[in-house]
């Protein structure tokens, strides 16, 4: 069965920021341009901090909650936004709706909306994926213990990240490829999929699924 499965393509990618024009800011805003912006831009505030430098505060993973606390100066908001986990919605635009939903409710909290400084409006950004072709080639299973850990960063983003919204399965390209075995793998798959690769970075998440392969190749030998 293995001669006839495709081997796994490693690809490596990056996310370009596209400036959208639309800037909020207040908080009605930001709330008016979200019912409107596209899923893409979305996408970018809360995963485009896994690829670009961070300088901000690590507490708050995503770029709306950010802006909350630096800009508007509101902990309350902030915290609500930070534990968003963009993995439980299936949708972008089921993620939108959660966003709004929250925003929606600290409208009717305050008398006012809180305002930021013109320098520190809310910028929309939108998110276009570039994907490069490494020539790297997985053969079997047992050979991501050695690939994994020297796969880049953007790699594991393409595989572990981006695939959830590439794919109609909504999972990542290792389970993906691992069900061509049947349910020879079946246990393996379960593991890749308690991994949350939100609420860290991609080096950490990297050392993770090295180590999940080692550990589960070890025990299966």
Known sequence: MANNIN????????????????????????????????????????????????????EYHNDFAIWAAHSLHDKFLAERLAVIDPTEFSELNDLRAEIIEIIEERLDEVDYPLWSKRDQQFEFIRSQIVIFNTERKVYSPE????????????????????????????????????????????????????IDPYFSTLSKLRSELAQLFTDYFRRRN
């Open 7 to 58: 081997p796994f393509e490693i690809k490596d990618c990056a996310l370009i920021a596209i400036a959208t024009g639309k800037r909020a800011q207040n908080l009605r805003e930001l709330k008016e341009y979200l019912n409107t912006i596209g899923t893409d831009s979305i996408y970018y505030h809360f995963w485009g901090s896994s690829l670009r430098p961070r300088f901000d505060d690590p």
């Open 143 to 194: 050979d991501f213990q050695k690939v994994v850990p020297e796969m880049s960063v953007g790699s594991i983003f393409y595989h572990f990240i981006d695939s959830r919204r590439r794919l109609s399965s909504s999972i990542d390209d290792f389970q993906n490829w691992l069900l061509n075995y049947g349910n020879d793998y079946e246990d393996l798959c379960l593991q890749i999929r308690e």
